[in-house]
């Protein structure tokens, strides 16, 4: 488990334990709404915890489909390799789920990282390169 996840599971576990010692110190009504509070608090989160990594999987995909037309676009005859962060391992939990690295087929060794917010805000992150001091053929120079 992620330090981030130990993190939500003690919150959700102390709001929901505030809710149900409440419901011990209310009487009627109130009794029964904290008791609920504290239900509806523990189904939010498993909801949350199902639906957060189809969401985060979604989000990839549609991020991978901006960029293709935009590799082509730049690229026009070259090929390459699309991978993502496979975030659901645990020994990929620290990295960004939403960068992208792509590997040109004329370029082995190296590995440009992506960021895509919209369809018009693709940029180069980062790159890294396994071995070797040759220049990047693929790096995209910013003007600021």
């Not at 109130?30 to 957060?52: D, E, P």
């Not at 293709?68 to 939990?93: A, F, M, N, Q, S």
Request: net charge negative.
């Amino acid at each position: 488990m992620a330090p981030k996840e130990v993190v939500e599971v003690l919150a959700i576990g102390c709001v929901s334990i505030s809710f149900i010692i409440l419901s011990f110190l209310l009487k009627g009504n109130w009794r029964t709404i904290s008791r609920y509070l504290a239900v509806m608090t523990l189904m939010m989160y498993c909801v949350f915890y199902v639906v957060h990594p189809l969401w985060i999987d979604t989000q990839i995909d549609k991020k991978v489909n901006l960029l293709r037309p935009y590799l082509l676009e730049h690229y026009p005859d070259g090929k390459w390799v699309i991978t993502t962060v496979p975030h659901r391992e645990d020994d990929y939990k620290s990295q960004n789920p939403y960068t992208i690295s792509v590997t040109f087929e004329s370029e082995p060794e190296a590995t440009y990282y992506y960021r895509v917010k919209a369809k018009d805000k693709i940029y180069q992150s980062g790159y890294s390169k396994e071995s070797g001091s040759e220049d990047f053929k693929h790096l995209e120079r910013w003007d600021e």
